[in-house]
């Protein structure tokens, strides 16, 4: 599967941004889709994912701003940015695993075998 996400941009602090995550060659739910941030200086973290189930599950970080669904007709997975801090800047990965199960696998990058190219965004204070 080829994933290619979109979205991105430059926000003030407070604002919101949807990234969007095509899939490209297979079913987008027949994979576990995450979403993580790769910020400057620092790993790359999770940030939310999706199971093929539909069940979510968010990072600390993400929990009551973001939200993470999932578009069957556009093969697509979202994620809705609100309440933007500056911390959320970096650029963002959607990835894909075809056998990934559970919230703590998800939490590892470890664990996905397929990325997109990422997208960037910039939280301003």
């Known amino acids: 599967v080829q994933l290619v996400e979109s979205g991105g941009g430059l926000v003030q602090a407070g604002g919101s941004l949807r990234l969007s995550c095509a899939a490209f060659g297979r079913t987008v739910s027949s994979y576990h889709v995450g979403w993580f941030l790769h910020a400057l200086g620092k790993e790359r973290e999770f940030v939310a994912a999706?199971?093929?189930?539909?069940?979510?599950y968010y990072a600390d970080s993400a929990k009551g701003r973001f939200t993470i669904s999932r578009d069957n007709a556009k093969n697509t997975v979202y994620v809705q940015m609100n309440s933007l801090i500056t911390e959320d800047t970096g650029v963002y990965y959607c990835?894909?695993?075809?056998?990934?199960?559970?919230?703590?696998?998800?939490?590892?990058?470890?664990?996905?075998?397929?990325w997109g190219q990422g997208t960037q965004v910039t939280v301003s204070s």
């Open positions: 999706i199971a093929r189930s539909g069940l979510v």
């Open positions: 990835a894909a695993d075809p056998t990934l199960t559970g919230p703590a696998r998800s939490r590892s990058v470890r664990e996905y075998d397929y």
